[in-house]
């Protein structure tokens, strides 16, 4: 029963209308405030989609808690609140955090792959894969979304090892049937009609539209981001929520296709028109389905249908500029469910466009429509050019290609559809490339000013690492004495200092380098001589090789030999920095130390060589720069 008939009123009148109204409004405001304060109050990092971080933490960088419980549990329910609040949002790209925050935690069960973090990672890899099989129900999709999208460093072991996940998850999935029909997919089309030759000029078109929204979208998103970064704006959060909620909830009631659920106007909009469908999209005059052998003829639209097509263009627009306010909101938001979105109903336009087109000029169509189009069935069809501007528009946000085929395939069944999406995916990414070089998930990631070396670039500067490394110009490095350090000293150096580890030399006059120690290690070791030893004051000697020194009266020494990495990745001063950004980016460095003839110079750490990349980007787009 629906709220005006709880109340005695009639569903269909003006009352009834306003009750609606009303209700929707005050449920999704109620919804988005839960899943905004759950956030805000439990867990600040459930935020947002997710995928950016994680592409950082696959390249090397720990964010702390970022993959924890207390992140899961609270993005699980804040994305059933934040969906069910009928905001322009997805749950896709949740799903593949949700999946990683599980593998995380399954990880520090076995030892193995808990202390290990290059063995984590290729973890984590394969949990994205299963958070794409379980999200769209497309397993081989989720091994490549991995694979193009989210992964680093992806060798052939963890290849296999995220097609068994996929598959374990998709598994899971169908046991389930959480959609309700014998399909694992979320958008299942049942037509399977031929696509014509000359169709992939619009198909193509679809794409150059595809790359342009989404790059669009991609410059009015970071823009509203950039400005709530630097305004008051970022420190309401939550009221933020709630004033795009009303938004929201305000302008897409009155609209039909604005206020049904995103995935089923996607599924309508991917349909074929058939006997069972009721909706003013396919309101044809005079169609005839009392052949059930024949195909469906073609017909010239009715009303239904250009009332439809007004209401979808309102809707396009409104969902494109509601989306660039809704992604990055403090609450649980993917972006695949809205971009799917905005692309079906530009293709279903296009669609119905083509249609009327051929049924105008039934009679005197040219040679390259072939004989079909000469006969009374319908030869295009609308449900197939959704499809494909769904998958364009998609791949200009994200530009995403093989992955994105694979799962738009997968999602709807249609197979024999593979090249006209692999049409519309390329045109999409040639011209998103065209119009700005990074897709969202990269953009935000240089918003947030993660330090993440893109594995797709080149560098192709020719300055050495001389030129990056830190200190330069004679300044001190902060190092420790291998056998000279007292524990006053190290302390000094930690308080001082916010370095990750330090170099471990002969001497400081001599500078020879012997390792390098990590920061945490330190802490770790001082406390537990502190919890072994009575008393261990400030001028205990901290040693750092096999031979201790002799020493007189005083305190005895704290041996740290085990705690120093004795083989660390070093370089010399006269090496390219094209290949220390190779190495920094297969190896997934975070930092490297610069020698000359075996002395310490300095040390170049990944947040060096962006800084570098981004002034020599910088420089090139100023003007010709001439290096000594």
């Known amino acids: 029963r629906t709220w005006p008939e709880m109340l005695g009123v009639l569903r269909e009148g003006a009352a009834g209308y306003v009750f609606r109204y009303f209700f929707y409004i005050g449920w999704a405001m109620i919804f988005s405030l839960l899943a905004a304060s759950l956030v805000r109050m439990f867990a600040p990092y459930a935020c947002g989609s997710g995928i950016p971080e994680i592409k950082t933490i696959l390249s090397g960088f720990i964010i702390r808690g970022y993959l924890g419980k207390w992140t899961l549990l609270i993005k699980a329910v804040g994305i059933m609140l934040a ?37 984590k990672r290729e973890i984590l890899s394969a949990a994205s894969a299963a ?21 680093y460093y992806f060798p052939l072991k963890t290849l296999w090892r995220s097609f068994f996940c996929a598959l374990v998850a998709a598994f899971v999935l169908q046991s389930i049937n959480p959609f309700g029909n014998e399909h694992s997919v979320l958008f299942y089309v049942e037509y399977n009609k031929p696509w014509l030759f000359v169709e992939l000029v619009p198909f193509l078109m679809l794409g150059v539209i595809g790359g342009v929204l989404g790059s669009l979208f991609i410059k009015a998103n970071i823009w509203w981001c950039r400005f709530r970064k630097t305004s008051k704006l970022g420190q309401y959060p939550v009221l933020e929520v ?19 659920n995103t995935s089923e106007l996607i599924y309508l909009l991917f349909t074929q028109c058939g006997v069972t469908n009721e909706h003013d999209i396919c309101d044809y005059v005079d169609r005839d389905f009392t052949n059930v052998n024949h195909e469906v003829p073609i017909a010239k639209a009715g009303d239904g249908v250009y009332t439809a097509l007004w209401q979808l263009i309102l809707a396009l627009i409104f969902k494109m500029v509601i989306t660039i306010f809704t992604f990055g909101l403090k609450i649980p938001a993917g972006l695949f469910i809205p971009s799917l979105a905005m692309g079906a109903i530009v293709g279903r336009i296009v669609g119905i466009g083509m249609e009327q087109l051929v049924y105008s000029y039934h009679d005197s169509l040219p040679w390259f429509f ?3 189009c000469s006969q009374d ?20 946000v994200t530009r995403m290609t093989v992955s994105l085929v694979v799962i738009m395939f997968e999602l709807t069944g249609g197979v024999r559809y593979i090249v006209p999406l692999m049409a519309a995916a390329m045109a999409s990414k040639w011209v998103g490339d065209a119009l700005g070089r990074m897709g969202i998930y990269d953009a935000h990631i240089d918003l947030n000013g993660y330090p993440f070396l893109d594995c797709k670039d080149e560098f192709g500067h020719t300055t050495l690492a001389a030129d990056v490394m830190q200190p330069q110009r004679n300044e001190a490095l902060d190092v420790i004495a291998q056998d000279s350090t007292t524990l006053r000293e190290l302390k000094d150096i930690m308080k001082t200092t916010d370095h990750n580890g330090f170099p471990v ?14 920061r945490r290690d330190l802490q770790l070791a001082i406390e537990n001589a502190r919890q072994r030893l009575d008393s261990v004051p400030g001028d205990t000697l901290c040693v750092f090789t096999h031979h201790v020194p002799m020493i007189g009266s005083g305190p005895p020494p704290l041996k740290l030999r085990k705690i120093v990495d004795l083989a660390p990745i070093t370089i010399t001063d006269q090496t390219p920095m094209e290949t220390v950004v190779d190495m920094f980016r297969k190896l997934g460095l975070r930092q490297t130390l610069v020698t000359h003839s075996g002395k310490l110079l300095g040390i ?18 100023t003007g010709p720069i001439l290096f000594n």
């Open 604 to 621: 170049i750490t990944k947040k060096d060589v962006l800084r570098h990349i981004k002034q020599m980007e910088e420089e090139e787009d």
């Open 242 to 260: 709630l004033a795009v909620t009303l938004a929201t909830a305000v302008i897409a009631f009155p609209n039909k296709y604005t206020r049904m």
């Open 370 to 372: 072939e004989g079909k």
């Open 377 to 396: 069935e319908s030869c295009i069809t609308p449900g197939l050019y959704a499809m494909v501007g769904a998958a364009a528009v998609l791949g200009g």
């Open 83 to 119: 969906v069910a609040s009928g905001l322009s949002l997805g749950k896709e790209g949740p799903m593949v955090h949700m999946a990683c925050c599980i593998g995380n935690i399954i990880s520090y069960l076995f030892p193995k792959y808990g202390r290990n973090e290059a063995k």
């Open 505 to 518: 030399v002969v001497s400081k006059e001599s500078q020879y380098l012997v390792g390098f120690v990590l």
């Open 131 to 151: 958070g794409v099989s379980v999200a769209f129900g497309a397993p081989i999709g989720g091994v490549l979304f991995s694979l193009e999208e989210v992964s």
